[in-house]
């Protein structure tokens, strides 16, 4: 049976593998991507400590907060993507620079 250290790891790997995508990619749906990646490895740790302390609720309505504000950063993140590429016709990050005409 896996134990508290388990999840915790799986959790950290997650976290770093969303870091790392989040810091090298230039594509913004991938950035996008990964930092759901990150949002998902903090509730696995969230919904872990929750599991395995005597507070069992707290860390599951955490992941249920932190499921919402995904959804909503992702609904407005595509919606600002989508903006970005109709006005500069590219969503790489090198191609576009909000500051020039």
């Known amino acids: 049976m896996p134990n508290l250290n388990h999840f915790l790891t799986l959790s950290a790997i997650l976290f770093t593998i969303g870091l790392f995508g989040a810091l090298t ?6 950035i ?3 930092v759901e990646i990150m949002l998902n490895g903090i509730n696995i740790a969230l919904v872990a400590f929750a599991n395995y302390t005597i507070v069992a609720i ?3 309505v ?14 407005i ?13 590219t969503i790489d ?8 005409w």
């Open 25 to 30: 990619k230039r594509n913004l749906i991938v």
């Open 58 to 60: 707290s860390g599951h």
């Open 62 to 75: 955490f992941a249920l907060f932190v499921i919402t504000v995904a959804a909503a950063e992702v609904a």
């Open 93 to 100: 990050l090198r191609n576009i620079n909000l500051l020039k």
């Open 32 to 34: 996008l991507m990964s």
């Open 77 to 89: 993140g595509l919606a600002l993507i989508i903006a970005v590429f109709r006005t500069r016709d």
